[in-house]
């Protein structure tokens, strides 16, 4: 590959000694590496205001991987074969210097490379430091290249429609819009992209993925841990902005859009945004109706004893922040109209799981007697997203037996 192209990449992680990090984004590119998806010259550097040296960085971000890695536990030589690419850099998001220390340090791999590398800047930060970060970029120049810098920030986007608009007025100040990358790491599960291939790859299902044969959709994603080491962030988001206005919105985009007429990503996004503008608006008044939200108290999970939100660290001992919450939207369209979609996510609940479950009408005729139809269900077709990945048609046999009595098997893929 010729100079700034994959075969060399820089990756700065703002944000690199946070939860983020250690949960999701380094245990995923460890599986990379493992898989031989990253390039031949990768270098990690982790940027945060926590006081570690490189070692400690490494040490802390292993058991993040020994515990979250699709590939389980970290073997010695792999690892540290991985581990010999991160560094971390203790900073200031204000401090202007700090920027042009990451400058160096990234001219001085370019240099050792032999070669200009792809600058990938992943802002795992929240909301309120995206625009300091920005402006401290700009500022060290490292947005002025538009063939090798790119921006990556993370979800939550603002906090708000007025704080968003104002996100994306700062960046577009320093950064080109083609170097822009606004994500939801969600959409990297792989059952999530396998939304796609089911839908659009499969003649089977399209005939009746509508109001005609669909009953209802819902989407849901329970987990069973509390808050952890994000009471700070979480208690001035909590679930609805955590959770259902962006992954689970995302999803449901996925599964309500039309198909694409080819497989890119602007096509992909301007189905997803019809799908959008076609969710039916929820006047205040009609909150209560649609709506539900609720915050977990003190219990057992697993055995476990657990502590309620509120005792949570850097959680308010007054929060009104929800924890769990439920909506049913409409999306008004020809394909959809009438068909509720019910979305709820939510902490400390007693199973991890996260699914989207398409419940079809029943049969339009019931000719079995009612002895036979006692434990009758509806077609579902439900896509497992984790723990146990998969997609399930849950439909009815008859049971063995000199009776006809239909039960509900499942085909699974």
């Not at 982790?46 to 979250?68: C, I």
């Not at 992954?247 to 599964?255: D, E, G, N, R, S």
């Not at 929800?322 to 008004?332: K, L």
């Not at 009815?396 to 006809?404: D, T």
Request: glycine share 8%; with cysteine; net charge positive.
């Amino acid at each position: 590959m010729g100079e700034g192209g994959p075969d060399q990449a820089i990756l700065a992680i703002f944000g690199g000694g946070g939860d983020l990090a250690w949960r999701k984004l380094v245990p995923a590119l460890y599986d990379l590496y493992l898989d031989h998806w990253l390039p031949k010259r990768f270098a990690l550097v982790g940027l945060g205001r926590q006081r570690l040296s490189d070692e400690e960085f490494r040490t802390r971000l292993r058991a993040g991987v020994d515990q979250f890695s699709r590939h389980g536990r970290t073997e010695a030589r792999p690892w540290e074969e991985f581990a010999a690419t991160l560094a971390f850099q203790s900073g200031d998001f204000g401090d202007r210097a700090w920027y042009a220390a990451l400058d160096a340090r990234m001219s001085a791999l370019d240099r050792a490379w032999g070669g200009s590398a792809t600058r990938i800047l992943y802002l795992a930060t929240p909301p309120d430091a995206v625009g300091t970060i920005a402006q401290g970029l700009g500022a060290a120049g490292l947005s002025r290249d538009r063939a090798r810098a790119r921006i990556v920030v993370e979800k939550p986007f603002g906090h708000d429609l007025v704080s968003a608009r104002s996100l994306n007025h700062t960046l577009g100040e320093v950064f080109d819009e083609s170097q822009i990358y606004r994500i939801d790491h969600y959409l990297g599960k792989e059952t999530v992209q396998n939304i796609l291939a089911l839908r659009f790859a499969n003649a089977l299902f399209e005939p009746v993925w509508n109001r005609r044969y669909i009953d209802h959709v819902q989407i849901a994603v329970a987990e069973t841990v509390g808050v952890e080491q994000r009471g700070h962030y979480y208690d001035h988001a909590g679930a609805l902005r955590d959770m259902i206005q962006n992954h689970l919105l995302q999803v449901l985009c996925l599964i309500a859009m039309e198909p694409p007429v080819r497989l890119d990503a602007g096509e992909i996004r301007s189905k997803k945004v019809d799908v959008l503008r076609a969710i039916r608006p929820i006047a205040p008044a009609e909150v209560p109706r649609v709506a539900v939200r609720g915050q977990y108290g003190t219990g057992t999970i697993e055995g476990r004893a657990v502590p309620a939100y509120r005792a949570e660290k850097n959680v308010a001992p007054d929060s009104a922040t929800e924890t769990f919450a439920a909506v049913q939207f409409w999306v008004d369209n020809w394909r959809w109209q009438d068909v509720p979609f019910y979305l709820r996510t939510g902490k400390r609940l007693p199973a991890k799981v996260s699914e989207v479950s398409i419940q079809f009408r029943p049969v339009p005729h019931q000719a079995f007697p009612a002895k036979a139809v006692e434990h009758w269900q509806p077609n579902r077709l439900i896509v497992r997203i984790q723990p146990a990945e998969g997609i399930l048609l849950r439909f009815q046999a008859k049971r063995p037996g000199p009776i006809m009595r239909p039960t509900k098997p499942c085909s699974s893929t």
